[in-house]
C-alpha cells in the first residue's frame, strides 16, 4: 500500500556522539577524506548503502549500534579530533583574512545549479560543478560567500538505458529533510518565505533551506509549499525543465527571490550584507532588477539605481554560442512586470530595455538574459582566454565601434577542487612528498609553492599509483554495467562476459560529459573497423570508458548516445569498450583518477573551458583534445597530445587548415572526417606507443614524466583556488570599491552624466588630424609631434579622453595589436568651438605602421572606455558610433 503522508524520523543520537550530527551537516566532508573515514567506521555496510552520504547513515545506523559506539573511547577521540579540526577550518584565518587592502566583507555567488556532492544531486553538468567547485575553494581561502540557488525536488534526472540503447529518465523525489540541509527559519521559530508577485494577483512562495558548504552558507529556494497553488509548487520541481514561462518563473525566482532570500538570511544571522554580487550565467540575472527595486524604495530612480547596481555586480558567461543563452519573449516578460505583477511602480519597458537585442542581427521582440546580465554587471568575463575572445565577438555589437578586442569582457580561467576531485591515493602520494601541511595548502588553499615536490616522487610509485587506478576503475565499470545490463532486461545468466570487460594493464582513455552535438560523442566513431583495430590491436590494444547524459528534450542526443551504446554492445569489441548511464559526481570522481588518456573532441572553439580534463590531470591521467577550453591556453606537449582542427588552425593553434592553407573546412563531414582521422593517428602512432614502451627498468619511463610533469605543471594552474583568488583581485576588490564609491549622490550624478553625455555626443567629432611625418617611411624609433582638433559640442575635456591609437596595419590598413595613449589639450575652443590636443607619436614597430584618433567618454567611476560604448573617429562627421574602421595614417 501507498502511505498517504511522508515523515522524516530523525534520529536521537547519544550525548557523546552529538558532535557527529554537525559533521554531517557540514558539507566539508564531501572533500576531507579523515570525516568520512570516521563516518565509514560506524557502520562500513551502512555507509556503502547510504552512497557515503553521512545523514542517510545517521538515520540507518540502529540504536543499539551507536549506545556501543557511545562508549567506544577510541571512537570518541576520532570524533572529537574531527570536530575540534572543522572548528579550527571555520573559525581560523586563512588566506583571505591575511592579504592587505580593503576586501568586500561580504559576496554573494548565485547560480541556478550547485554540484557540491552527490549526496545533494542539484545540477545537470559543468556549470554546476564549476559552482559547487567555487564554493568549496572559496571556503578553503577563507573568502566570504554566501551561494543562492534553488532546491529542486527532482533535480536533474537519472539516466538508464532501454533494451536497444535509448536514454531513459526517471526523477526520483528529493525530501529536504532527509538531505544535508535545514530550514532558515525567523526569530520566532517559523519557517522563512520569500514573496514574488505574478500576474492576475498570483503570489509565488518559496521556502529558504540553508547547506553548510564549508565555511560558505548555500541559500536554496524551494516553491513546494502549501501556501501555492499547483503551478506555483511546481516552479523548482527539476532544473532546466519545462517551457518558457516556467524557465522564466525559475529565473525571476533564483535572482529577484534569491536576493529576498539572502536579505533575510542576513538580517536574522547577523552577516554583513553582501557588498558584491557575482551571477554565474545570465540565469540569475534578474537579481539586478531586485536590486534595483530595492533602491527605488530607498529613494533613488531607476538611472541612479542602474548604476549603484552595475558598480557591485559580476557577470559571468559560460556560452560561447548564442543558442546556448536563455531568451525570452518580450511580451512575456512584461507580463510579469509592471503593476499587475513584480515592480509596479516602474515602467516595463525600462525593464525590457535591459535585455532587449539593440544590435545587428538581434531580435528586439527577444529578452536576452546574457544581455541583461552584461548590462547589468560592470564586469564581465568569460571561464578561459579563448572563452573570452569569443565572448568579446560574440556580443561586440553592444559597443558598437569599437574592435573587438576592446569590448570589456575580460577572462578567468576555470579551475576544479583537488580535494574533491583529486583520489585519496594521489593526496596520500603527495603528502609523502611534500608533507600533509603542505598537502593542504596545494590542493585547498592553491599554494602553489610545493608543486615542485612532486618531480622527487620515484617512478616506481608513480607507476603503481597508476596501475592501482586503473584497477578499482576496471573493477567499478564490470559493477556498474552489471547494473546497466540487469536494467535492461537482461538475466544474470547473460552476463558472465562482464567478469572479463576491461583489463587492467591496457590503455585507458575516458570520455564523459553532457551529449550536445558540439562535444561529438560519437566522433570517436567515425571509422569503425579503424577504431575496432585500434581496440583490438594484439599489442598495443586500448579501451575506452564513455560516459554522458543527453537533455531530456534532445532527441538528437538522444540518438548520438543510442549510436554509441550500440558499438559498445557489439560482442566484438564490448570488452574494450563500455558506456556507463547516469554520469554523476560519484562516478566521476573514479573515472577520472581510472583513465590514462582523458579524451576530449569538441567543435572549436565552442567549448568554453571544459574542467574534466582538468580533473584528470589532477589524478596524472594525459589529456588528448583538440585545443578548446583551457587546453588551448595551457596545452605543452609535455602534458599530452592536442588533437588537429580543421577549422583554419594547426596542433598549436596557428592559422593551418587543410593542406596548410590557412582555410577552415566548411563542410561538417569533411570535418569531422579529418578530425577522427587525425585522432586515430595520434592513438595510433604517439599514444599507444608510447604506454606500452618500456624502458632498461621495465617502466614507461617517457609515460610518467608526462605523468609527473601534468601533476607538477598543471597541478597549480587548474586548480579553483587560484581561479578564486583571481576572482577576488581581479573583479570582486574592485567592484566592491565601486559599489563604496556610488553612493546615492554619487550614483545619481554619474546617471546624470552619462545622460548629458549620450544627448550631446552626436555633435562630439574628429574635426582634423596632422603629424609632422613627412614621409610615408620613417625609421623605428622616431617620434613625431601629433595635433588633433576636435568639437565636443556641449562637453568640456573633462568629459572625454582623446586618445591616439597605433599598431600594425594589415592588407586592408586596418591596425591590429593597438595601443592607445592620451592626448592632452593645448588649447580651446577656438572661434569655431574646436580644442585642439597634442601629443608625441612614436613609430615603435617595424614594418606598416598605422595610427589614429578617437574620442571617448571619460569619468572617474567608469570601469572602461568602452563603457557606454560611444566612439567618434576621423571621418565620422556626425559623431556617432563608427563600425569602427578609419585608420588615420599608414606608413610603410
Same mark, same amino acid.
Given at each position: 500500500?501507498?502511505? *498517504?503522508?511522508?515523515?522524516?524520523?530523525?534520529?536521537?543520537?547519544?550525548?557523546?556522539?552529538?558532535?557527529?550530527?554537525?559533521?554531517?551537516? @557540514?558539507?566539508?566532508?564531501?572533500?576531507?577524506?579523515?570525516?568520512?573515514?570516521?563516518?565509514?567506521?560506524?557502520?562500513?555496510?551502512?555507509?556503502?548503502?547510504?552512497?557515503?552520504?553521512?545523514?542517510?547513515?545517521?538515520?540507518?545506523?540502529?540504536?543499539?549500534?551507536?549506545?556501543?559506539?557511545?562508549?567506544?573511547?577510541?571512537?570518541?577521540?576520532?570524533?572529537?579530533?574531527?570536530?575540534?579540526?572543522? #572548528?579550527?577550518?571555520?573559525?581560523?584565518?586563512?588566506?583571505?583574512?591575511?592579504?592587505?587592502?580593503?576586501?568586500?566583507? &561580504?559576496?554573494?555567488?548565485?547560480?541556478?545549479?550547485?554540484?557540491?556532492?552527490?549526496?545533494?544531486?542539484?545540477?545537470?553538468?559543468?556549470?554546476?560543478?564549476?559552482?559547487?567547485?567555487?564554493?568549496?575553494?572559496?571556503?578553503?581561502?577563507?573568502?566570504?560567500?554566501?551561494?543562492?540557488?534553488?532546491?529542486?525536488?527532482?533535480?536533474?534526472?537519472?539516466?538508464?538505458?532501454?533494451?536497444?540503447?535509448?536514454?531513459?529518465?526517471?526523477?526520483?523525489?528529493?525530501?529536504?529533510?532527509?538531505?544535508?540541509?535545514?530550514?532558515?527559519?525567523?526569530?520566532?521559530?517559523?519557517?522563512?518565505?520569500?514573496?514574488?508577485?505574478?500576474? %492576475?494577483?498570483?503570489?509565488?512562495?518559496?521556502?529558504?533551506?540553508?547547506?553548510?558548504?564549508?565555511?560558505?552558507?548555500?541559500?536554496?529556494?524551494?516553491?513546494?509549499?502549501?501556501?501555492?497553488?499547483?503551478?506555483?509548487?511546481?516552479?523548482?520541481?527539476?532544473?532546466?525543465?519545462?517551457?518558457?514561462?516556467?524557465?522564466?518563473?525559475?529565473?525571476?525566482?533564483?535572482?529577484? !527571490? %534569491?536576493? $529576498?532570500?539572502?536579505?533575510?538570511?542576513?538580517?536574522?544571522?547577523?552577516? =554583513?550584507?553582501?557588498?558584491?554580487?557575482?551571477? @554565474?550565467?545570465?540565469?540569475?540575472?534578474?537579481?539586478?532588477?531586485?536590486?534595483?527595486?530595492?533602491?527605488?524604495?530607498?529613494?533613488?530612480?531607476?538611472?541612479?539605481?542602474?548604476?549603484?547596481?552595475?558598480?557591485?555586480?559580476?557577470?559571468? /558567461?559560460?556560452?560561447?554560442?548564442?543558442?546556448?543563452?536563455?531568451?525570452?519573449?518580450?511580451?512575456?516578460?512584461? $507580463?510579469?512586470?509592471?503593476?499587475?505583477?513584480?515592480?509596479?511602480?516602474?515602467?516595463?519597458?525600462?525593464?525590457?530595455?535591459?535585455?532587449?537585442?539593440?544590435?545587428?542581427?538581434?531580435?528586439?521582440?527577444?529578452? @536576452?538574459?546574457?544581455?541583461?546580465?552584461?548590462?547589468?554587471?560592470?564586469?564581465?568575463?568569460?571561464?578561459?582566454?579563448?572563452?573570452?575572445?569569443?565572448?568579446?565577438?560574440?556580443?561586440?555589437?553592444?559597443?558598437?565601434?569599437?574592435?573587438?578586442?576592446?569590448?570589456?569582457? /575580460?577572462?578567468?580561467?576555470?579551475?576544479?577542487?583537488?580535494?574533491?576531485?583529486?583520489?585519496?591515493?594521489?593526496?596520500?602520494?603527495? &603528502?609523502?612528498?611534500?608533507?600533509?601541511?603542505?598537502?593542504?595548502?596545494?590542493?585547498?588553499?592553491?599554494?602553489?609553492?610545493?608543486?615542485?615536490?612532486?618531480?622527487?616522487? =620515484?617512478?616506481?610509485?608513480?607507476?603503481?599509483?597508476?596501475?592501482?587506478?586503473?584497477?578499482?576503475?576496471?573493477?567499478?565499470?564490470?559493477?556498474?554495467?552489471?547494473?546497466?545490463?540487469?536494467?535492461?532486461?537482461?538475466?544474470?545468466?547473460?552476463?558472465?562476459?562482464?567478469?572479463?570487460?576491461? +583489463?587492467?594493464?591496457?590503455?585507458?582513455?575516458?570520455?564523459?560529459?553532457?551529449?550536445?552535438?558540439?562535444? $561529438?560523442?560519437?566522433?570517436?566513431?567515425?571509422?569503425?573497423?579503424?577504431?575496432?583495430?585500434?581496440?583490438?590491436?594484439?599489442?598495443?590494444?586500448?579501451?575506452?570508458?564513455?560516459?554522458?547524459?543527453?537533455?531530456?528534450? +534532445?532527441?538528437?542526443?538522444?540518438?548520438?548516445?543510442?549510436?554509441?551504446?550500440?558499438?559498445?554492445?557489439?560482442?566484438?569489441?564490448?570488452?574494450? *569498450?563500455?558506456?556507463?548511464?547516469?554520469?554523476?559526481?560519484?562516478?566521476?570522481?573514479?573515472?577520472?583518477?581510472?583513465?590514462?588518456?582523458?579524451?576530449?573532441?569538441?567543435?572549436?572553439?565552442?567549448?568554453?573551458?571544459?574542467?574534466?580534463?582538468?580533473?584528470?590531470?589532477? @589524478?596524472?591521467?594525459?589529456?588528448?583534445?583538440?585545443?578548446?577550453?583551457?587546453?588551448?591556453?595551457?596545452?605543452?606537449?609535455?602534458?599530452?597530445?592536442?588533437?588537429?582542427?580543421?577549422?583554419?588552425?594547426?596542433?598549436?593553434?596557428?592559422?593551418?587548415?587543410?593542406?596548410?592553407?590557412?582555410?577552415?573546412?566548411?563542410?561538417?563531414?569533411?570535418? +569531422?572526417?579529418?578530425?577522427? &582521422?587525425?585522432?586515430? +593517428?595520434?592513438?595510433?602512432?604517439?599514444?599507444?606507443?608510447?604506454?606500452?614502451?618500456?624502458?632498461?627498468?621495465?617502466?614507461?619511463?617517457?609515460?610518467?614524466?608526462?605523468?609527473?610533469?601534468?601533476?607538477?605543471?598543471?597541478?597549480?594552474?587548474?586548480?579553483?583556488?587560484?581561479?578564486?583568488?583571481?576572482?577576488?583581485?581581479?573583479?570582486?576588490?574592485?567592484?566592491?570599491?565601486?559599489?563604496?564609491?556610488?553612493?546615492?549622490?554619487?550614483?545619481?550624478?554619474?546617471?546624470?552624466?552619462?545622460?548629458?553625455?549620450?544627448?550631446?555626443?552626436?555633435?562630439?567629432?574628429?574635426?582634423?588630424?596632422?603629424?609632422?611625418?613627412?614621409?610615408?617611411?620613417?625609421?623605428?624609433?622616431?617620434?613625431?609631434?601629433?595635433?588633433?582638433?576636435?568639437?565636443?559640442?556641449?562637453?568640456?575635456?573633462?568629459?572625454?579622453?582623446?586618445?591616439?591609437?597605433? #599598431?600594425?596595419?594589415?592588407?586592408?590598413?586596418?591596425?591590429?595589436?593597438?595601443?592607445?595613449?592620451?592626448?592632452?589639450?593645448?588649447? %580651446?575652443?577656438?572661434?569655431?568651438?574646436?580644442?585642439?590636443?597634442?601629443?608625441?607619436?612614436?613609430?615603435?614597430?617595424?614594418?606598416?605602421?598605422?595610427?589614429?584618433?578617437?574620442?571617448?567618454?571619460?569619468?572617474?567611476?567608469?570601469?572602461?572606455?568602452?563603457?557606454? !560604448?560611444?566612439?567618434?573617429?576621423?571621418?565620422?562627421?556626425? !559623431?556617432?558610433?563608427?563600425?569602427?574602421?578609419?585608420?588615420?595614417?599608414?606608413?610603410?
Amino acid at each position: 500500500m501507498k502511505a *498517504i503522508r511522508r515523515i522524516t524520523v530523525r534520529p536521537v543520537l547519544p550525548e557523546p556522539l552529538r558532535p557527529l550530527s554537525r559533521l554531517a551537516r @557540514n558539507l566539508r566532508w564531501s572533500w576531507h577524506p579523515p570525516t568520512r573515514e570516521l563516518f565509514a567506521a560506524l557502520d562500513p555496510d551502512r555507509w556503502a548503502a547510504a552512497g557515503g552520504d553521512p545523514v542517510r547513515l545517521l538515520g540507518s545506523v540502529p540504536p543499539a549500534r551507536l549506545a556501543r559506539l557511545a562508549a567506544d573511547e577510541q571512537f570518541l577521540r576520532r570524533l572529537a579530533d574531527a570536530a575540534a579540526d572543522l #572548528g579550527d577550518y571555520l573559525e581560523g584565518d586563512r588566506w583571505y583574512q591575511q592579504q592587505t587592502g580593503d576586501l568586500p566583507a &561580504a559576496i554573494a555567488y548565485f547560480s541556478p545549479e550547485f554540484g557540491i556532492t552527490a549526496a545533494l544531486p542539484q545540477y545537470s553538468g559543468g556549470l554546476g560543478i564549476l559552482a559547487g567547485d567555487h564554493l568549496k575553494a572559496a571556503s578553503d581561502l577563507g573568502a566570504p560567500l554566501i551561494g543562492v540557488g534553488l532546491l529542486y525536488r527532482h533535480g536533474y534526472f537519472r539516466q538508464s538505458l532501454s533494451h536497444d540503447g535509448w536514454q531513459q529518465e526517471h526523477y526520483p523525489v528529493l525530501d529536504p529533510h532527509e538531505l544535508p540541509l535545514s530550514p532558515l527559519r525567523e526569530d520566532d521559530g517559523t519557517p522563512t518565505q520569500v514573496r514574488l508577485a505574478l500576474p %492576475g494577483g498570483r503570489e509565488l512562495r518559496a521556502r529558504v533551506w540553508r547547506a553548510q558548504v564549508g565555511r560558505v552558507p548555500l541559500l536554496l529556494l524551494d516553491s513546494d509549499v502549501e501556501e501555492n497553488d499547483a503551478r506555483e509548487r511546481d516552479v523548482t520541481d527539476r532544473l532546466y525543465g519545462g517551457g518558457s514561462e516556467h524557465r522564466l518563473l525559475q529565473e525571476m525566482l533564483l535572482g529577484m !527571490g %534569491g536576493v $529576498r532570500a539572502l536579505r533575510a538570511y542576513c538580517r536574522i544571522t547577523g552577516h =554583513p550584507d553582501p557588498e558584491v554580487f557575482h551571477t @554565474n550565467e545570465g540565469h540569475a540575472g534578474f537579481l539586478g532588477v531586485e536590486r534595483i527595486r530595492e533602491l527605488a524604495v530607498q529613494g533613488l530612480d531607476f538611472d541612479a539605481a542602474l548604476e549603484a547596481v552595475r558598480a557591485g555586480t559580476v557577470f559571468t /558567461t559560460h556560452t560561447p554560442v548564442p543558442a546556448g543563452i536563455d531568451r525570452f519573449d518580450a511580451d512575456l516578460v512584461a $507580463r510579469h512586470f509592471g503593476p499587475d505583477a513584480e515592480l509596479p511602480d516602474v515602467d516595463v519597458e525600462r525593464v525590457l530595455r535591459l535585455g532587449r537585442e539593440t544590435y545587428p542581427g538581434g531580435d528586439q521582440a527577444r529578452f @536576452n538574459m546574457a544581455v541583461m546580465g552584461l548590462r547589468l554587471g560592470q564586469r564581465a568575463n568569460g571561464v578561459s582566454l579563448l572563452h573570452g575572445r569569443v565572448s568579446r565577438e560574440m556580443f561586440a555589437g553592444l559597443w558598437p565601434g569599437f574592435d573587438a578586442d576592446e569590448v570589456p569582457i /575580460t577572462a578567468v580561467t576555470n579551475g576544479v577542487h583537488a580535494p574533491t576531485w583529486m583520489a585519496p591515493e594521489v593526496q596520500r602520494l603527495a &603528502a609523502r612528498a611534500a608533507g600533509e601541511r603542505c598537502t593542504e595548502a596545494m590542493l585547498g588553499a592553491g599554494d602553489t609553492d610545493r608543486w615542485d615536490t612532486v618531480a622527487g616522487i =620515484p617512478d616506481q610509485d608513480l607507476w603503481q599509483l597508476r596501475g592501482e587506478l586503473r584497477g578499482q576503475l576496471v573493477a567499478e565499470v564490470r559493477s556498474r554495467l552489471h547494473a546497466s545490463w540487469r536494467q535492461r532486461g537482461a538475466a544474470p545468466a547473460e552476463l558472465g562476459w562482464i567478469d572479463a570487460v576491461l +583489463d587492467p594493464g591496457v590503455l585507458t582513455i575516458g570520455f564523459a560529459r553532457r551529449v550536445p552535438s558540439y562535444k $561529438r560523442l560519437t566522433l570517436m566513431l567515425r571509422d569503425r573497423e579503424r577504431l575496432t583495430a585500434l581496440l583490438l590491436h594484439p599489442e598495443r590494444p586500448v579501451q575506452i570508458v564513455v560516459a554522458g547524459k543527453a537533455h531530456p528534450a +534532445d532527441d538528437g542526443g538522444k540518438r548520438l548516445v543510442q549510436e554509441l551504446v550500440r558499438f559498445t554492445d557489439d560482442p566484438r569489441v564490448r570488452h574494450r *569498450i563500455v558506456f556507463l548511464p547516469d554520469y554523476g559526481m560519484r562516478m566521476a570522481q573514479r573515472l577520472y583518477p581510472g583513465c590514462d588518456v582523458w579524451l576530449n573532441n569538441p567543435l572549436r572553439p565552442l567549448e568554453a573551458c571544459g574542467t574534466s580534463g582538468m580533473k584528470a590531470a589532477l @589524478n596524472g591521467c594525459l589529456n588528448l583534445s583538440v585545443l578548446d577550453g583551457w587546453w588551448d591556453e595551457w596545452y605543452e606537449a609535455d602534458f599530452g597530445w592536442a588533437i588537429p582542427t580543421a577549422d583554419g588552425r594547426d596542433a598549436a593553434g596557428h592559422p593551418a587548415g587543410e593542406a596548410g592553407q590557412g582555410r577552415a573546412v566548411l563542410d561538417e563531414e569533411r570535418r +569531422d572526417d579529418l578530425e577522427a &582521422a587525425a585522432l586515430y +593517428d595520434l592513438l595510433e602512432q604517439r599514444i599507444a606507443p608510447r604506454f606500452y614502451e618500456r624502458g632498461p627498468d621495465g617502466l614507461p619511463d617517457r609515460w610518467i614524466e608526462m605523468v609527473r610533469r601534468t601533476l607538477g605543471g598543471l597541478g597549480p594552474k587548474v586548480l579553483a583556488g587560484r581561479m578564486v583568488r583571481e576572482y577576488v583581485t581581479r573583479l570582486y576588490a574592485p567592484a566592491a570599491h565601486a559599489h563604496r564609491a556610488l553612493d546615492p549622490g554619487a550614483a545619481r550624478s554619474l546617471a546624470a552624466w552619462k545622460s548629458r553625455v549620450r544627448a550631446a555626443w552626436p555633435r562630439v567629432a574628429v574635426d582634423h588630424v596632422e603629424a609632422s611625418v613627412a614621409a610615408s617611411t620613417a625609421e623605428l624609433g622616431a617620434t613625431h609631434a601629433l595635433r588633433v582638433r576636435v568639437r565636443l559640442g556641449d562637453l568640456s575635456p573633462d568629459d572625454v579622453e582623446v586618445q591616439a591609437v597605433t #599598431g600594425r596595419v594589415d592588407t586592408e590598413d586596418r591596425i591590429t595589436d593597438a595601443a592607445s595613449f592620451p592626448l592632452k589639450p593645448a588649447s %580651446g575652443p577656438d572661434l569655431e568651438d574646436r580644442w585642439t590636443y597634442e601629443g608625441p607619436l612614436t613609430l615603435d614597430r617595424t614594418g606598416p605602421f598605422g595610427y589614429t584618433v578617437r574620442i571617448l567618454p571619460s569619468h572617474p567611476l567608469l570601469a572602461s572606455g568602452a563603457e557606454l !560604448g560611444l566612439l567618434a573617429v576621423p571621418g565620422d562627421a556626425t !559623431g556617432s558610433p563608427a563600425a569602427g574602421e578609419g585608420t588615420g595614417v599608414v606608413l610603410r
